[in-house]
C-alpha cells in the first residue's frame, strides 16, 4: 500500500506537465487520494507492530510478514520503474508501439527461461526453440522500421537505431541457448538416483542408531529433542533392543507430530479427547487404557471396529508400562486435522521456545490422579459436539489443503489452470528431469499448486471430515503438512493384506518373474459425478497404460549411435507398449465404484476380475498407487523378490526409514515418468521404429541387475525395520510421548538414568 501511495502521488506529479487550469481540481483529488493511502499504510504498520504485543494469542507472530512484505517491496520497485519507463516512452510511441515492444521482451524472457534450463527433460526441437524468438524479432523490428520510413518522430530516430540494435543482440543471445541448449545426457539419471540413494540411506543409518547404550539414548534424546525423555523409556529401551531394533534415536516424525500439542494445556487435550470419542458424527473411535489394560469402545462403526481393534492387539505388550488415558483413532482412510499454517506456526514457536528442566527439578512417575481427569467415552453417543466440516464430493484443495502451506508458497500463491500440460514448474524441484528425487519431498503439497486436479482427495473426496483446529486424532496416513498423529497401521498389522506366496502362487527369483508391470485395483481414490475420475491417478494411470491415444508421451531412450547417451524422445501414447514392447497388465477391478458416472468409466476402461493377491508375485514390477488413504499393499511389495514403483501423497510412521531408489523405485504423480522408468529396468527391444538391419538386439538393455538389487534392498530392509515388531516399538514410543503430554505435571515429568 505504501508504495502504491508513493506511485499515485508520483504520476499525480507527471500530471502537472502540460496540464490545463480545469484540471486542478484533478490533481488536487489524485493528491489527497495518494496521501491518504500514504497514510492509512502508516498506520497499519503502527498496528502491525502494536498489536502482537498487546495481545498473548499473536506474541511472536508479526502480521506482516519478512518475506512477503520483501516480495511486495521489491515488485512495487519493479512497478514503480515500469509506469515510470512507460509514461516517458508513451508520448513518442503510443499505446500500439509500448505494446508491441512489451510483447516482445516477454516472449522473449519466457523462451530463455525455458532454454536456459540446461536439461534435456523438457524436450525442446530446435525448430520451437527459434520460431517464437524469430517472428517476436521479426514483428518489432519491422514495425520500427515502419516507424522510420514514414518519417515518425525524427526526434528519436538514434533511439529507434539502439532498439532495433538492442533487439537483435538479444534475439542473437537467444539463438546461440536455443542451438546450445542440451538435448543429450551421457549418464541416464536413474543411474545417478541409485547412487544418491546409497548415499542418502547410509547417512540416515549413521544417526538413527547411534546410541548404544541406555545413557547414550537419553543423552542423545535430549540433544535431538531438547528436553528430557519421557517417563518409563528405559522399559522402551529395553523393548527395542531385546526386538533388534534397527532404529533407536530417530523418531522425529513423533516429535514433530505432537510440537504443536504442548502448546495445549493437558485438560484442554483430555477434554476435547472426551468430545471427539463420543459423537458418532466424526467417525473416531476410542481406546481406554486403564490400570495397564486397553479396553475398545464400545458402539463404534461395525465396519471400522476392527481398526481399533487392531490398535490395541498392537500395544498389547506393552500397555503395562503406559499410564491411564484415553486415545482416539480416525476411523476414515482421508486425514483428518488441517490447521492453517499461521496458526500451527504460531504453536509451534510457542512450544520451541520452552527450555529444558534440570534434572534436579525433573519428577520421574506419572500423577497419580490421571483416571479422574478423562472423561467417559461410553457411551460412544453422549454428545453432538463437533469439530469437523463435512467437505466430501467436491474441491478441498483451495479450502483447507493449501491453507496448511505458508503464504509465500505455491500453493498459496498460485493456480494453474491448464491441466492439460505438465506444470514444469512444480515438478521441477524435486525431479531430475522425468524422475522424482525423493517420494517424501515429491509428496510435498506446497510448491505443487497442480495437485488440486491431480488427486482424488484433492479433486472430490468420498469421504473428509476435516478440523481446521488442532485436535488429538491418531491416523493411519495424511497429507504432508496436516496435523493427524501418524501411527502403525493396522492394516498391516493384522494381515489384511500380507505376504504369503504359495505353492500355486510362489515369488520366484527376480530373473524368472515375468517382465511386466503389474496392477489391478479399484477406483477407490474418491467420488467423480461429473468426469472428476479424469484428474484421480487410478484412472489416469490405467488410461495411460491402456487407451492413451490421443496424447503424446516422451521416453528417455539411447541415441542410434551411442548406447551410452540419451535423449528424450517424443512418440504416440500407445508407442511404449506397441512400439517399444514394454509388457503391461494394469486394470480396474469390477465393479466401477464411487461414482455417479460408473457408466462413462466403465465404457472408457473396461473391468477386469478380481485375482487372488499372491498372484503379485509373478510379475517383476509391482505398481503402487494411493486409495483413499494410503495403499496397504506397499509393505507386502517390500517383502517380495519384485520391484516396487510407488506414487502418491499420502505419508505414513515409516517414511523417514525407506529411501527412494535404494528400497524401491518413485514415480511422480503426474506420470509422466513411466515410461522411461519402465524402459530402463524391463529394457526395449530393437526392433520397434523401422530401424534396420543394422539396428541392435536391444535398443536398451534391461537393467536386471539394479532392478534386482533395489528389490533386494527393499526386502531386507523390510525384514529388518518395518515388521511387526517396529510398529510396536514406534507405537510404544508415541504413546509414552502422549502420556507426558496428557499429564498435569508435563512440564517436570522426564526420565533420568
Known sequence: ????????????????????????????????????????????????HWVPDSSPELAGQPMLDLEYSR???????????????????????????????????????????????????????????????????????????????HDEEPKLYRTNVAIQI???????????????????????????????????????????????????????????YNQHPPPGFDKWYRYATIRSSAVIDDFDQIYHDLLPFRALAPEHIRAMTHELATNPFNDLGGIRIRNGTAMVQEGIKPTHAWMVAGAAEMMKNFTKYLPDMDLVFNLNDEPRVAVPWEKIS?????????????????????STDREDGWGPIEPADQTNITVFTDGAWRGVFDPYVSAVCPP???????????????????????????????????????????????????????????????????????????????????????????????????????????????????????????????????????????????????????????????????????????????????????????????????????TAGWADFQAHWSHRFLFDLDGAGFSGRFLPFLHSRSLPLKTGLFRQWFDSRVTSWLHFVPVDIRLHGLWSTLAYFAGVPGAGFERGPDAPQMRMKAHDQQGKWIAEEGRKWASTALRKEDMEIYFFRLLLEWGRLTDDQRDVLGFGS
Open 71 to 149: 516480495g511486495a517491496f521489491s515488485q512495487s520497485v519493479l512497478v514503480l520503474i515500469l509506469v515510470l519507463s512507460a509514461w516517458h516512452m508513451l508520448p513518442h510511441f503510443d499505446i500500439l508501439g509500448l505494446s508491441i515492444i512489451g510483447g516482445f521482451m516477454v516472449i522473449y524472457f519466457s523462451s530463455l527461461s525455458a532454454l536456459t534450463e540446461q536439461s534435456p527433460f523438457p524436450f525442446i526441437s530446435l525448430t520451437h526453440a527459434v520460431i517464437p524468438l524469430a517472428a517476436s524479432l521479426t514483428g518489432a523490428l519491422l514495425f520500427l522500421l515502419a516507424r522510420v520510413v
Open 166 to 224: 538492442l533487439f537483435a543482440m538479444m534475439c542473437g543471445i537467444g539463438l546461440i541457448f536455443a542451438v546450445s541448449k542440451h538435448r543429450l545426457t551421457d549418464m541416464h539419471p536413474i543411474e545417478f538416483l541409485i547412487n544418491d540413494g546409497k548415499f542418502q540411506h547410509h547417512n540416515y543409518l549413521a544417526q538413527a542408531s547411534r546410541s548404544k547404550t541406555l545413557e547414550d539414548a537419553v543423552t542423545e534424546y535430549r540433544r535431538r
Open 346 to 366: 504460531m504453536l509451534n514457536r510457542e512450544t520451541e521456545m520452552q527450555e529444558m528442566i534440570p534434572k534436579e527439578r525433573m519428577v520421574q512417575a506419572w
Open 408 to 606: 509465500s508458497s505455491k500453493a498459496r500463491s498460485q493456480r494453474i489452470w491448464n491441466r492439460r500440460e505438465t506444470c514444469l514448474s512444480c515438478v521441477a524441484p524435486h525431479s531430475m528431469g522425468q524422475f522424482p528425487l525423493d517420494f517424501n519431498i515429491a509428496s510435498e503439497i506446497c510448491h505443487q499448486p497442480d495437485l488440486a486436479f491431480l488427486h482424488g482427495l484433492l479433486i472430490s473426496p468420498a469421504s473428509f471430515k476435516v478440523s481446521q483446529e488442532l485436535i488429538p486424532v491418531f491416523s493411519q496416513s495424511a497429507l504432508t503438512g496436516f496435523n493427524d498423529i501418524l501411527f502403525p497401521s493396522p492394516w498391516n498389522y493384522i494381515d489384511k493384506v500380507k505376504y504369503k506366496p504359495t505353492d500355486e502362487h510362489p515369488d520366484p527369483e527376480y530373473s524368472h518373474k515375468e517382465n511386466s508391470l503389474y496392477w489391478l485395483g479399484s477406483t477407490s481414490e474418491g467420488f467423480s459425478r461429473f468426469g472428476e475420475w479424469k484428474g484421480m491417478p487410478r484412472q489416469r494411470f490405467a488410461h495411460l497404460i491402456n487407451n492413451n491415444t490421443n496424447n503424446q508421451v516422451s521416453v528417455l531412450l539411447p541415441t542410434d549411435s551411442n548406447e551410452s547417451s540419451f535423449r528424450y524422445e517424443i512418440m504416440d501414447g500407445n508407442a511404449p507398449t506397441s512400439e517399444l514392447g514394454l509388457q503391461t497388465a494394469v486394470h480396474l477391478a469390477d465393479p466401477i465404484v464411487r461414482c455417479g458416472d460408473c457408466g462413462e468409466q466403465a465404457s472408457e476402461f473396461g
Open 1 to 48: 500500500m505504501f508504495a502504491d501511495s508513493v506511485i499515485l502521488i508520483g504520476i499525480t506529479e507527471l500530471c502537472r506537465i502540460g496540464t490545463q487550469f480545469d484540471d486542478v481540481r484533478r490533481k488536487r483529488t489524485l493528491t489527497f487520494l495518494g496521501t491518504g493511502l500514504l497514510g492509512l499504510s502508516l498506520a497499519w504498520s503502527i498496528i502491525s
